[in-house]
């Protein structure tokens, strides 16, 4: 227990900690009687973590009003044990070098987004978009989308060495995510809820389905799954 926690590691408590002390220091700048002058000096240092500084690895969907870090939330029980599975999973392809994510909901986020902030690499998911999800797919898509975005983490930490070099990004996460599906030994119909889930929710960074399918094909036979139990899942 003690080795997966202290390789790849969602966590949440602490991320909460400082979620809401952003807040307080987001919502002190708001007194009233404080000048727009001073407002200003304030905002300065947070301008080196804003957002907009933040690289974006993959998302999927599009925000209507800009990320605000300042939102960030943290994650739901049921989603926090998702992530744990996926965690579980997936870390034994990166120790010892692993990444260190954080797991967010915010309403300001795209549907779902891996960000480099930093330091720090969040993966941030809208609520209402794992909500729709979850009861259109169950557990099996949100695995899916969790085994994709720590797929990207993992890629650019520490690649396995099976990892094809001519593969883009996007296809070196869903073989990322296809081997997650294999080591959680997902059933036919959450493999097959994973797999449809991925193909309706894709980026416009992600490359037709045509070619992520033999990726995500890959990385499950790479990873101990069987072949014929994946042809029959992703027909
Ligand atoms: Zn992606």
């Known amino acids: 227990m003690k080795a997966i926690l202290c390789g790849l590691l969602l966590f949440a408590v602490g991320a909460l900690g400082e979620a809401r002390a952003r807040q ?3 919502s002190k700048d708001e007194r009233p009687g404080r000048s727009a002058e001073r407002k200003r000096d304030s905002a300065q240092p947070q301008e080196k973590t ?20 300042y939102l960030d939330q943290r994650p739901t029980g049921d989603a926090m ?27 300001t986020a795209a549907n779902l987004m891996l ?18 999800v979850y009861d259109n797919y169950g557990d099996g ?8 975005e720590v797929g990207h983490a ?5 690649p ?14 869903d073989a990322l995510a296809g081997c997650a599906f294999a080591k959680m030994n997902l059933g036919a119909s959450a493999l097959r809820a994973g797999l449809t889930t991925l193909s309706k ?19 499950y036979t790479q990873c101990g799954g069987d072949r014929m139990t994946f042809a029959k899942a992703g027909n």
């Open 24 to 26: 307080r220091a987001a």
């Open 50 to 69: 804003a957002p907009t500084t933040a690289r974006v690895l993959c998302t999927l969907g599009s925000t209507a009003s800009p990320y605000n870090a």
């Open 81 to 107: 044990e998702l992530s744990g599975k996926v965690n579980a999973a997936l870390v034994a392809m990166c120790r010892p070098n692993c990444p260190t994510l954080a797991l967010f909901r915010n309403s």
């Open 115 to 132: 960000i480099v902030d930093g330091a720090r690499t969040k993966i941030l998911y809208k609520p209402e978009f794992f909500t729709s």
């Open 141 to 148: 898509g949100i695995l899916a989308l969790l085994a994709h």
């Open 154 to 158: 993992i890629d650019t930490a520490a």
């Open 160 to 173: 396995p060495p099976w990892m094809k070099n001519g593969w883009t990004p996007e296809l070196r996460a």
């Open 201 to 219: 929710y894709p980026s416009p960074a992600h490359p037709s389905w045509e070619m992520r399918l033999p990726a995500l094909e890959a990385g």
